[in-house]
């Protein structure tokens, strides 16, 4: 083929998207026939298109001498060029589709450290393929912080504790469960006590307990069983604390699990806590003034049912591992007898 013989472009003429569309084709294909083929087109309509393009950029786009067009230099570098173009039309036309289809254009969230994280990447991922033009702000905050954060509106969004005082205007719902555990390092004296620990022996050592960096819930304390305390504002402050044998304290069964399995960590019984494990409930909030819009809504939904699965497989390792120890139990009684 001869390739074509380019003329300097006319003002009148104007570049299509099709155009732009068609030359990447063939880029991507290696061949006109190639993509007519993927674009279920004729081969004469790509490639009058090409050369129609190539006319009205005034350079040749491909060396027509070979068995297969090759990309000129400049076809090369325009490649990228139409690449980035099309690319803009199509999130220009995606965001104008959520905006009529109520998708908000951005986004700001603040989710409690005790949320799963494995769970929040895992909805955020699907998130980002499902609403790729919804521009996010992610806050890791801990109890009151994340009401305060919605309250204040610097997020529209949050999940978070519960708080003694709720900011005036704010919505909230139940959204998921985090299985807590009360842990020690293996080496701590509570660690290495029998049965289910007294009141009185757990008042004697330190309990190392999350605090928050807001007014709503400043001094707000449940589940405070020592009268010795370490308050710290950082979950993962606390767990190497925690890890360092420092004192005892509640943690997400997530957080500990890895610990557990290799033993740095032992779980405690404590009586006046009654279970070996409890929950703590998160809340899904806004401000009832601005409710979510699509894209929101979808996302608050699909983090509750990740939590949820996740809880039920730590539900299920915790009984594995309470099921191993009873054996381990079982079998130092019957070589001791």
Known sequence: MDKPAPSPPSSSDALTLDQLRLFLAVVDSGGFSAAARSLKRAQSAVSYGVANLERQLGTALFDRGGRKPKLTQAGDELAAEARAVCSQVDRLRARAHGIAQGVEPRLAIAVDHMFPLRALVHALREFRDRYPTVSLTLHTEALGAVAELVGSGVCSLGIGAEVPKWPAGLERRPLA??????????????????????????????????????????????????????????????????????????????????????RRLVRLHLEEAGSRTYEAVLFAMHRAAEPPGLAGRWLVDRLGEACDALRGEERRRVAEHAEKKGRGRDRIATSAS
């Open 177 to 262: 469960r985090v299985m807590m555990l009360h842990v020690a390092a293996k080496a701590h004296p509570l660690a290495r006590h029998r049965g289910p620990l007294p009141g009185h022996l757990v008042r004697e050592y330190v309990q190392i307990v999350l605090a928050d960096r807001s007014l709503l819930s400043r001094d707000y304390e449940i589940g405070i069983y020592s009268q010795r305390r370490w308050r710290v504002l950082d979950l993962a402050a606390k767990h190497e604390l925690l890890r360092a044998g420092l004192g005892w304290g509640g943690m997400p069964a997530h957080v500990v699990a890895d610990d557990l399995a290799k």
